[in-house]
């Protein structure tokens, strides 16, 4: 079943992406070396919580906490702990609300302190992979467009674009069918049409593919230990021009990626 949402529960959806997108600022200006992950989820949950809305994640499918604190080779769906940054990590934040019966998802890959070039890099081609992908997410497009948007982006680089796990449609429910996968072919797949709001984001590898899941149920790592990054934005399929209901302007910026790419 596709949603297409209303003027009225675009807003509401709109108000949650926007909560999503402070949260992340807020965590990423606490983010610095000797900072645990703990410390992070908890100033997250609290935000969320002053500002009348739930956090998503938490106990959804079980999973314990407010973030997905994911450093590193962890892909997705890290779990908060006492794991302490250092200089050098690379930290993707998922963070997701809950407010007025709608939900809102978003996720950003921040440096701690110096980073490496090809941290640099691989943070920079995974985002640039997800505005990529925004551009496709126009009527008339269909799902494939976008997914071989972000693949075709990422790919040149020798990077590793992530199958197991894939974006999807966002409203009354966390994960909306349908799917949006971050490879694919241009041309194939549902069609889009004007009011789908989904979530675009890549998750992309320094090197392989392939993955694998930690003992604890959640945690995904990259088989070869490289690092992995992951952006998301939620946008709702326009004619046109996608409309982002989130945004990386409360972290960067007015002058951030996005304003120059869309
Ligand atoms: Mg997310
Ligand atoms: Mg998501």
Redesign the pocket.
Known sequence: MIHLRSDDEIELLRENALLVSKTLAEVGKRIAPGVTTRELDRLAEAYIRDHGAAPAFLNYNGFPNTLCLSVNDVVVHGIPSDYRLREGDILSVDCGTYYKGYYG?SAYTFAVGEVDAAARQLMRVTKESLFKGIEQAVVGNRIGDIAAAVQGHAEPFNYGVVREMT??ALGRHLHEKPDVPNYGRRGNGKRLQNGMVI?I?PMINEGTQEVFCDNDGWTLHTKDGKRSAHY?LTVVVRKGQAEVLSTFAFIEGEGGMEASVI
Do not use: I, L
């Open positions: 998802d974006g999807h979530c984001e998301e």
